[in-house]
């Protein structure tokens, strides 16, 4: 891959993998009965994928279902619990844990205690649709993770509305040490996907706008039958040293 880079322009680009779909590159994270999700709760993916690019270096990835894997977690603002090698860690493959967060995120007053004693932290709330994504490699990993969100298009002609892919974010990272989580604030506008002035009682509970009255509209970026199912599809390729720090 040196000799390549180096008597070639831009030969370093050759080796960048693209964003695939396949089930070997990621997995599909499916939020389904989207209005009657509660505030500030998350849903939650996991699933692993090979390490590296190069076909001598990994073998095939071992992803759990969407079905299977995705769990309801309570109220809160956490991220996944930290990380912890287990017997069925491998040098080629990694597990990655996916936290959605749609409706806000809630970190929750608590006490921190530090040498000089004790102190109080208040509660926050952020007005964002979050994204989080853990690594659990043992060693450091560099990858360019791509997420992708599905809309439904306005109906034409008398047909229904096509789902596609309306938005996809980009961006490289190296996992590792203490830095093993990666956000996406702002996946989506939080007033498009939840409603005009959506407000949160103290329970996290409520969901209305100024009228009083429960908001009727809805997201193009919920699809399905019922436009109460939200999609996102999570792409992590490993990229190998020669690669460039950024991508234009």
Same mark, same amino acid.
């Given at each position: 891959?040196?000799?390549?880079?180096?008597?070639?322009?831009?030969?370093?680009?050759?080796?960048?993998?693209?964003?695939?779909?396949?089930?070997?590159?990621?997995? %599909?994270? /499916?939020?389904?009965?989207?209005?009657?999700? *509660?505030?500030?709760?998350? !849903? #939650?993916?996991?699933?692993?994928?090979?390490?590296?690019?190069?076909?001598?270096?990994?073998?095939?990835?071992?992803?759990?279902?969407?079905?299977?894997?995705?769990?309801?977690?309570?109220?809160?603002?956490?991220?996944?619990?930290?990380?912890?090698?287990?017997?069925?860690?491998?040098?080629?493959?990694?597990?990655?844990?996916?936290?959605?967060?749609?409706?806000?995120?809630?970190?929750?007053?608590?006490? %921190?205690? /530090?040498?000089?004693?004790?102190?109080?932290? *208040?509660?926050?709330?952020? !007005? #964002?649709?979050?994204?989080s994504l853990t690594c659990r490699h043992p060693w450091p990993v560099r990858v360019q993770v791509g997420v992708l969100v599905w809309a439904t298009s306005p109906p034409a002609g008398g047909n229904g509305g096509v789902e596609h892919i309306a938005r996809v974010l980009r961006k490289i990272h190296r996992f590792g040490g203490e830095d093993r989580v990666l956000n996406f604030d702002e996946l989506l506008s939080f007033d498009e996907l939840n409603g005009p002035e959506v407000i949160m009682n103290d329970n996290g509970n409520l969901r209305c706008c100024s009228s009083s009255t429960m908001y009727q509209g809805s997201s193009s970026y919920l699809v399905g039958k019922e436009r109460d199912t939200l999609k996102v599809h999570i792409v992590i390729a490993p990229l190998s040293e020669i690669c460039p720090p950024f991508i234009q």
């Open positions: 891959m040196e000799e390549v880079a180096r008597l070639y322009p831009h030969g370093e680009l050759l080796f960048i993998p693209r964003l695939y779909t396949s089930d070997k590159w990621g997995a %599909l994270l /499916v939020v389904e009965h989207f209005s009657l999700l *509660p505030a500030y709760h998350s !849903r #939650t993916l996991v699933f692993s994928g090979p390490t590296s690019c190069a076909e001598h270096a990994c073998s095939s990835s071992h992803h759990h279902s969407p079905g299977s894997s995705r769990h309801h977690l309570g109220n809160g603002g956490s991220n996944a619990g930290p990380y912890s090698a287990t017997a069925s860690s491998s040098d080629r493959h990694c597990e990655w844990v996916v936290d959605l967060y749609p409706k806000g995120v809630w970190f929750q007053r608590c006490q %921190l205690i /530090v040498w000089q004693g004790t102190v109080e932290v *208040p509660e926050a709330v952020l !007005r #964002t649709v979050r994204l």
